[in-house]
């Protein structure tokens, strides 16, 4: 039988707690993008087809598949499937909502880099671009620190009043009124034009940018990428899908780039960036946090009582 998760379903087994917490134990265990697949495929319609694989992590007896539409125009933009199999036999263990899976570990994976390289100090927070990931991103920010004012600001307007109701935030004109208030900068958008350069950046300033997760996607100048101490999730996506590729760092600046694993684990401590140093974090995603999230919703569904989503027979 294989397990059908909802978006309803995962909603109501997911904890951002605990979530952020085997996300974090995934980056200190130094697990790599080493052997993992991002496929991205071009379609006759105004989308692509991606595909991550495999999603594995030490200690999980299993491993996942994430096959996503992405369609900017449409709402919402990413919808898919997550296929949890056994690394016994293969076995169809669930299949769970992407889109949800999606937005849970890599906005809250961007709230464990952001509190990591952000200053300590640092409580106001500016968001560009009100989407799933930058709810996560905010309450996942919000778990792991305090935080004093909250801006947003959207192409769509709407949004961002939508976005400012729920989380007490006000809204802002456009990215450089954001840049120009906040602390902490979280960028989550579709741009392939950077909203932001180093002349809008402030010393001190932290960013992290989700929207640079595939060539030709970048919400931020190249100026301040490479005036930036720049942290990635991985250096080998981070070249072939992400901003070490698209502002053309060679091999020894690529070498040299620290991955939020080494961080965590203080092999470069966050301490030794001097005062002013404007940070940045540009993870691409890598396909064990999907793993990390669709194993915690699979085990608590099969813990709880009641169970969570049905079970379905492919096979019958």
Same mark, same amino acid.
């Given at each position: 039988?294989?397990?059908?998760?909802?978006?309803?379903?995962?909603?109501?087994?997911? !904890?951002?707690?605990?979530?952020?917490?085997?996300?974090?134990?995934?980056?200190?265990?130094?697990?790599?993008?080493?052997?993992?697949?991002?496929?991205?495929?071009?379609? #006759?319609?105004?989308?692509? @087809?991606?595909?991550?694989?495999?999603?594995?992590? #030490?200690?999980?007896?299993?491993?996942?598949?994430?096959?996503?539409?992405?369609?900017?125009?449409? @709402? #919402?933009?990413?919808?898919?499937?997550?296929?949890?199999?056994?690394?016994? !036999?293969?076995?169809?263990?669930?299949?769970?909502?992407?889109?949800?899976?999606? @937005?849970?570990?890599?906005g809250l994976a961007a709230a464990l880099g952001t509190h990591a390289l952000a200053r300590p100090e640092a409580r106001t927070v500016g968001v560009i671009?009100?989407? @799933?990931?930058?709810?996560?991103?905010?309450?996942?920010?919000?778990?792991?620190?305090?935080?004093?004012?909250?801006?947003?600001? !959207?192409?769509? #307007?709407?949004?961002?009043?939508?976005f400012a109701d729920r989380h007490g935030a006000r809204t802002a004109p456009d990215p450089a009124a954001i840049a120009a208030t906040a602390d902490i900068v979280l960028l989550a958008t579709w741009s392939r034009t950077p909203l932001l350069g180093l002349a809008q950046a402030r010393p001190g300033q932290h960013f992290t940018t989700l929207g640079a997760d595939e060539p030709g996607k970048l919400e931020l100048g190249v100026d301040l990428l490479r005036a930036a101490r720049l942290v990635v999730d991985d250096r080998e996506l981070g070249m072939s899908s992400g901003v070490l590729g698209s502002i053309g760092m060679d091999g020894d600046a690529v070498r040299a780039t620290s991955t939020l694993g080494e961080v965590l684990n203080r092999d470069v401590p966050v301490g030794d960036v001097p005062p002013g140093?404007?940070?940045?974090?540009?993870?691409?995603?890598?396909?064990?946090? !999907?793993?990390?999230?669709?194993?915690?919703?699979?085990?608590?569904s099969r813990r709880r009582a009641g169970g969570g989503g049905r079970d379905i027979d492919l096979l019958g």
């Open positions: 039988m294989t397990r059908l998760l909802t978006r309803t379903d995962l909603l109501a087994l997911l !904890d951002p707690a605990v979530c952020v917490e085997a996300l974090a134990v995934g980056f200190r265990g130094a697990v790599s993008g080493a052997g993992a697949r991002r496929v991205v495929a071009e379609l #006759p319609f105004p989308g692509t @087809a991606t595909a991550l694989i495999p999603g594995l992590l #030490p200690g999980i007896p299993a491993y996942t598949v994430k096959v996503n539409a992405k369609f900017p125009g449409a @709402a #919402p933009a990413l919808r898919g499937v997550v296929c949890l199999h056994s690394g016994v !036999d293969g076995e169809l263990l669930a299949l769970l909502d992407s889109a949800t899976v999606t @937005a849970w570990r890599t671009g009100a989407g @799933a990931q930058a709810e996560l991103m905010l309450r996942g920010l919000r778990a792991l620190r305090d935080i004093g004012e909250v801006w947003v600001h !959207d192409a769509e #307007p709407g949004r961002a009043r939508e140093t404007v940070t940045v974090y540009a993870p691409v995603g890598l396909p064990w946090q !999907d793993l990390a999230l669709a194993w915690l919703a699979y085990e608590e």
